[in-house]
């Protein structure tokens, strides 16, 4: 693990809880990082931007005074996910917040810009860029990521189509430095077959949607326990770039999700008021059917940390 950064190479447990676009607040990064896990959250989804700066201050004080009375426990590093696309006017605001704050770990998203890798950099800072692809993941390293983060077939929100396996196999017969894998992980064996497929970390977004933490309604917390694989649609209708999606949302706003329209790539759209993504149409992996109740992040990071010591356990056991 020395060949990781050290913000990475300390985490008590290999999990990145994913960026939640509106739902990921203050509340929920900081029970992540307190259960363990490395939060996570978009800048864009403080708003007004201002508002950006006083999360920022909210999360490094509460994760600060954690630590300083756990000293045994210390809470893990948190994550700001950045849009580096051009339709994004705050990115410039978001990214000098994150530079006054020092954010440990910055997540970069549909786009690579060598400029915001320098001003993660130049505090210390680990950029990780999340791709779909093998071509991507070389002009994320080109352009000075650290890392990357693979979103393979099943992630929730924007994914990729590709087998984990086939994904994480190209990638690591070039590069050696810190891995993700995203794409249907919601259990503590899942975070161990990431391991064992070459990846250092697991990322998982929607199962900690259906947290108490989790700014979300409970409609949408109720519809993922009540869901599971086959209720996932992958479309490119809501935003321009594909995604997976909870079905149940989809009908509720008047559309057949078997018969959903082709969406023109070049207007991509980030939660516009003519898509309402994803306030209305809910973002949703495959991995959802081990989903089963509303639970605290504590709680469910703890089952996560009983079931990968069960799988750890049966392997060495054959």
Request: with cysteine.
């Amino acid at each position: 693990m020395s060949r990781l950064p050290p913000a990475l190479r300390s985490l008590p447990f290999p999990v990145i809880g994913s960026p939640l676009f509106i739902i990921s607040t203050p509340k929920l990064v900081i029970a992540q990082c307190i259960a363990g896990v490395v939060g996570s959250m978009p800048a864009l989804n403080a708003r007004p931007a201002e508002q950006l700066e006083e999360w920022l201050v909210e999360i490094t004080e509460a994760l600060a005074a954690h630590s300083k009375a756990h000293p045994d426990q210390p809470a893990a590093p948190f994550a700001i996910n950045q849009i580096v696309h051009k339709s994004n006017d705050r990115l410039e605001h978001d990214m000098a917040m994150c530079v006054k704050y020092k954010v440990p770990i910055i997540i970069t998203s549909l786009g690579a810009r060598e400029d915001m890798n320098a001003a993660a950099h130049s505090y210390g800072g680990v950029v990780l860029h999340d791709i779909i692809n093998n071509k991507h993941a070389h002009k994320a390293i080109e352009k000075g990521a650290d890392g990357l983060i693979a979103v393979a077939a099943g992630a929730g929100g924007h994914a990729g189509v590709k087998s984990p396996f086939a994904l994480i196999q190209e990638i690591r017969q070039w590069f050696d430095g810190p891995l993700v894998l995203s794409g249907s992980i919601s259990t503590g064996d899942a975070v161990l077959a990431a391991q064992a497929a070459g990846a250092d970390f697991a990322y998982i977004g929607s199962a900690f949607i259906a947290t108490q933490e989790a700014r979300a309604s409970e409609a949408y917390k109720q519809a993922i326990v009540a869901s599971n694989s086959d209720d996932i649609v992958y479309s490119n209708l809501f935003t321009g770039v594909h995604g997976n999606y909870l079905a149940p949302s989809i009908r509720s706003a008047g559309l057949d999700p078997e018969h959903l329209p082709e969406s023109d790539p070049s207007k991509m759209n980030f939660g516009g008021d003519k898509s309402k993504a994803w306030k209305d149409i809910w973002g949703c992996g495959q991995g959802i059917g081990s989903i089963t109740q509303v639970q605290s992040t504590a709680d469910y990071v703890a089952q996560l940390k009983r079931e990968y010591a069960a799988a750890r356990a049966r392997l060495q056991m054959g």
